[in-house]
C-alpha cells in the first residue's frame, strides 16, 4: 500500500461505515471534522487513485479500495494482538497501530498473525480477518 496517513484514516472511516449502506460525503466531513469542500476534495484525490467512487452523492469503496481497507484492518488487528501480549492496553494499542499499520508490508503482517496463532479475535473482540 503507498497511502498517507490521511487517506487511510479515510478509507478505514468509509469502510467502517459502508458494510451496510454508502456514506454521503456531508456525513464522512462530520466524522472527519473537516469541512465538506474537504472531504470532497480527500474523496476526488481516493477517486482518482482508484480507491472509492461516487454514486449520487454517496461514497463507497471500490475492490482495490475494499482490498487496502481489509489488509489495513488486518495489519491493525495483528498489531493489537501482539500489543496485548506485552500488556499494553487495548485502547492505547488502537491509537499506536493506527499509526503505522497502513505502512506495513502484508507479507510481514502475515507471518506476524502466523507466528502469534493465527488469533480470530483482537483485544476488542472483532475478528482478525486474513487477506
Known amino acids: 500500500m503507498d497511502i498517507t496517513k490521511k487517506e487511510r484514516d479515510y478509507v478505514v472511516e468509509i469502510g467502517k461505515r459502508t458494510t451496510k449502506f454508502p456514506i454521503r460525503i456531508s456525513e464522512l466531513a462530520?466524522?472527519?471534522?473537516?469541512?465538506?469542500?474537504?472531504a470532497f476534495e480527500m474523496v476526488?484525490?481516493?477517486k482518482r487513485e482508484g480507491i472509492v467512487e461516487t454514486r449520487g452523492g454517496m461514497v463507497v469503496l471500490t475492490d482495490y479500495g475494499n482490498t487496502i481497507y481489509n489488509?489495513?484492518?488486518m495489519a491493525h488487528r495483528t498489531l493489537?494482538?501482539?500489543?496485548?501480549?506485552?500488556k499494553i492496553d487495548p485502547?492505547?494499542?488502537?491509537i499506536e497501530c493506527s499509526k503505522i499499520d497502513y505502512l506495513m508490508d502484508h507479507e510481514i503482517i502475515r507471518k506476524l498473525f502466523k507466528e502469534l496463532g493465527s488469533p480470530e479475535l483482537c483485544p476488542h473482540g472483532?475478528?482478525?480477518?486474513?487477506?
Do not use: G
Not at 30 to 38: G, H, L
Not at 91 to 94: F, H, K, L, Q, S
Open 71 to 73: 489488509k489495513i484492518i
Open 30 to 38: 462530520r466524522i472527519m471534522k473537516v469541512s465538506e469542500p474537504s
Open 80 to 86: 493489537e494482538v501482539l500489543f496485548s501480549r506485552f
Open 91 to 94: 485502547d492505547a494499542a488502537c
Open 44 to 46: 476526488e484525490r481516493l
Open 126 to 131: 472483532r475478528p482478525v480477518s486474513v487477506i
